[in-house]
Structure formats: C-alpha cells, structure tokens
C-alpha cells in the first residue's frame, strides 16, 4: 500500500554491460537499507489502520472499511523528522485523499448506485485516469512524500466501484476519523521530552521553473500510464475474465517513481516478483477464511511490516502489500481465489506499460538534452 522509493542505486554509472546485468541480479532482490526510524512510522500507521477497523467491527459497519483504511492512509506520510512539519505534511496529504474519497463517493453513486451505464467500466477508468494525473501534479506541488498520485488511484478506484452504497455522510465521517486519528498518532512522540522537536517549520526553497516543469510532466506520465493500463485491462477483461481493472492502473504507476530510468525499471521488477510472493501468502489466507477481526489483526501486523521494508526494499514491501491491499479491499466479504488470479494478471499488464512508459519517458529526455545541446554549439 506504499509507493516510498526503494533504495537507490549505486550512484557510480556502469562501466560495462555485465555491471548494468548485475543490478537485475537476484541477490538484490535480498539487500536491505539500514533501519531508518521505519518501526516509528509502521507502529504509528499499524494502530492507525487497526483502531478504526476494530471500531467498525463492534459497531457492526465493516462495510466502511475502504473508507477507514484510505482515512487512515495519512499515517504513511508521516516520515518528516520534526513534528509541526510533519503535522503540516500530514494535513495537506490529509486534504488531498479527503477530496478524492468525496468524488469516489459521488462517482461511485452516480456510476454504480445511480444511473446504471453500460459503459460503467470505461466511466470509471476515465475519471481514475484524471485522479491520476491530477493528483500527481497536486502531490508534486504539495512536496508530498511519498510523491506521486498511487495511493489517489487506489483510493478513487476502490471507492468509486463498491458494491453497495455505504452512504455518503457516514463514509465521510469514516474517513474523516481515520485521518484524525493519524494525525494524533504522527503527535504522539511529543509525550516524551526526549523525542520532542522544536514546534517550528523548516522553510523550503521555492519550486524552481524547471522543477515545476518536472512535476508537469509527471503527470501526464501519471495520467498516460493510467489510462492506458485501465484501457488494457478492460479490453482483456472479458477474454482474461478479469474484475478488478484498476489493479492495473495502479500498478503502472509504480515504475514512474525512481531516482533514474533504471532504478525505476528495478522497481518494476521488484513490484511483479513482490506481488507474486505476496500472492502466495494471500493464498494461504484464502485458505484461512478468517474471522473479520482476525482478518483486521493480520491486516495491522502486514501494514507494520510493509511499512518496515517499502523504503529499505521495494520487494520484500511488495510481499505484504499484497495480501495487506487484497485483504483490506475484500473485508467483510468472503475471499475467493478469482482475487488471486486477477491481481497476477493486472499486475502484470500494468508493470508492462508503466515500463514502456518510463522507456519512452527515458527517451524524450534524451532527445530533449541533445537538441538544447546542439543549440547551444551553434
């Protein structure tokens, strides 16, 4: 459920071709990133997922889950050492998700619960498209971090697609409890005086012309990556018998997050391998059939451990992330193997395109440099 960066690359180029083979070698599948204060950050967001589900189960109205554990997703931009800025991140990042769960909700009232369309599907993929590209940009703005609009197509896609109509007010409410509640938690090391950072704000430079325009262009790669993975997967829904097309949405998003078109590409790799080990585990869960309150507990401890590798491995992340976003997704409802199925397959699909997205990226870059280059020689 995280898009942080895994750890970069080794910043001395390649001298060769089996140096640049190397980086795809297993092994790096294995090497961790030192322990950064991750355990703080998966505590905060474990608790801050776990109360408002408990919670949901006593008052017999788990059919808000979405709602909480995309309120409660606040949590995971509370990496920011000092306190007031860390509050700060986590209100604008709060505000941002608050406004896509209200149009999930109206869209999905409208596309799902309202007007019944035919074309529904492509409804829905065209407006998680816009969310894509829309809040990347917004995101970029905000220097949010994670950066990037994953968490927003999740949240937009999942909501806007319920199969039933939790009503609006109180799926608000929900979310809205949710992120309060990390704010109080991303607070909570202001108890002990040793932990305590001085309450001020770290001035930030402003964005520079040229990264305002890294930022745009982000986002029409969010907004590209998106539309056509969402487009693919529908087109091979009925051949495939896939049902959950915005897996792919979100997953061609992932490559776009990166330090440099190979790290972003590693990325890629880690997703699919990640998501095929997670898959294994959610099988086993499938197996299970838990209890909803069991369920809820496995969904706390997957999101602290997520929460422990994203930024140190995006592979061993991926292992958790998995069954934590199917389990999450599916709660209250029985689990089915058909889950399964299609996450492998709109994985897959999404990777494929994220990648060639980064490629093409990769190459209009390229092209953009030789071409100032040749203006200023003549």
Do not use: C
């Amino acid at each position: 459920m995280n898009a942080a960066s895994v750890p970069a690359p080794s910043p001395q180029p390649p001298t060769s071709g089996t140096a640049t083979a190397d980086r795809f070698r297993l092994r790096h599948l294995f090497t961790l990133a030192p322990l950064n204060g991750d355990h703080h950050v998966g505590l905060r967001t474990a608790i801050g997922v776990l109360l408002p589900l408990l919670t949901l189960i006593a008052v017999q109205r788990i059919e808000l889950a979405p709602y909480a554990v995309f309120g409660a997703f606040v949590g995971v931009y509370s990496r920011v050492p000092g306190h007031l800025d860390r509050l700060l991140m986590q209100i604008k990042a709060g505000a941002l998700m608050w406004l896509v769960v209200l149009l999930a909700t109206l869209a999905g009232n409208f596309l799902v619960h309202g007007v019944t369309l035919p074309t529904g599907g492509w409804w829905l993929v065209g407006l998680t498209t816009l969310v894509a590209g829309a809040a990347s940009v917004v995101a970029g703005f905000l220097r949010l971090r994670p950066a990037g609009s994953l968490f927003h197509i999740f949240a937009f896609a999942a909501i806007a697609s319920l199969p039933a109509d939790p009503g609006l007010s109180d799926g608000m409410f929900t979310a809205s409890s949710a992120m309060i509640l990390a704010l109080v938690l991303g607070q909570l090391g202001r108890i002990a005086p040793l932990n305590r950072t001085p309450w001020q704000v770290t001035p930030l430079p402003m964005i520079p012309p040229s990264a305002q325009g890294a930022i745009w262009r982000e986002g029409l790669a969010y907004l590209v990556a998106a539309g056509v993975a969402g487009s693919a997967a529908i087109l091979l829904s009925g051949p495939l018998g896939m049902g959950h097309t915005y897996w792919a949405m979100v997953a061609a998003v992932v490559p776009l997050v990166g330090r440099s078109t190979q790290h972003r590409i590693i990325r890629a790799v880690h997703r699919v391998l990640g998501t095929g080990a997670g898959l294994i585990l959610m099988a086993l869960i499938v197996l299970l059939q838990p209890q909803p309150w069991l369920a809820v507990l496995a969904i706390g401890l997957m999101q602290f451990l997520a929460e422990i590798f994203v930024t140190r491995n995006y592979f061993w992340a991926m292992l958790f992330v998995t069954p934590l976003a199917l389990v999450g997704g599916t709660l209250g409802r029985p689990l089915t193997p058909d889950i399964l199925y299609d996450r492998a397959l709109e994985t897959l699909i999404g990777v494929v395109i994220g990648v060639i997205v980064v490629l093409l990226m990769d190459r209009f870059s390229r092209a953009s440099s030789h071409t100032v280059h040749v203006m200023k020689l003549s």
